[in-house]
């Protein structure tokens, strides 16, 4: 993966009152803790929920890497990264933070959420069960090496076919993210419009859910 290579944009994280009445918590993504081992090239894939505090160490350090700190804007101390995760964790479920598991070692921080259920969906014309995706790639070895493209096209197809409801998944990485952009293309994204959100002009990248 290309040096900077990170894609993020705050999903809103509702707190447990606030659940809409029509839903479970482990409804609105479909159980991605379930969702298994993917093969890829480099090794096997697989999220692993974020658990804190076991995990706010390790996250605070890849938070804290200027390469990642540019666009994730979470450089600082613990209590920052803990409250980004946090809102999530304690939220209605439309928003799972994961690592990303190579061969058993973490090597990425995901989020994966529900888009159409986001502040995001007001700035570009949503449909029902669009997916995100925000992603950072840790350590430094891991980045420039195609690592995190690998990783997004496996994991984009692993989500349409475990989300049957799902039509396509979507990203908005930082126009000036130019790393993020490329690998979001190298991993069968498109390029769909610019969008002004509120902390960025973002790139839309979308994979559509392939025609059977």
Known sequence: MAPGLSAQHRPSAHLPWQRPHWTRRDDLLDGVARWGVMHTRYGEFRLQPVRLPRDLPLL????NDPVVSAFWELCGPAELTEQH????????????PCLGLVDGTPMSYWEVYRADLD????H????????GLHLLVGPAAHRGRGVGSSLLGTLTRR???ERQAARRVVAEPDVRNLPSVRA?????????????????????????????
């Open 60 to 63: 605070v350090d890849w938070m």
């Open 85 to 96: 995760v946090r809102a999530q964790l304690d939220g209605d479920g439309r928003s799972v």
């Open 119 to 122: 502040p995001l969906a007001r």
């Open 124 to 131: 570009y014309p949503a449909r029902p069960h669009d997916t």
């Open 159 to 161: 989500i349409l076919r």
């Open 184 to 212: 979001f293309l190298r991993a069968g994204y498109r390029f769909d419009s610019e969008l002004p959100l509120p902390e960025k002009q973002a790139a839309l990248m979308v994979f559509d859910r392939p025609q059977p």
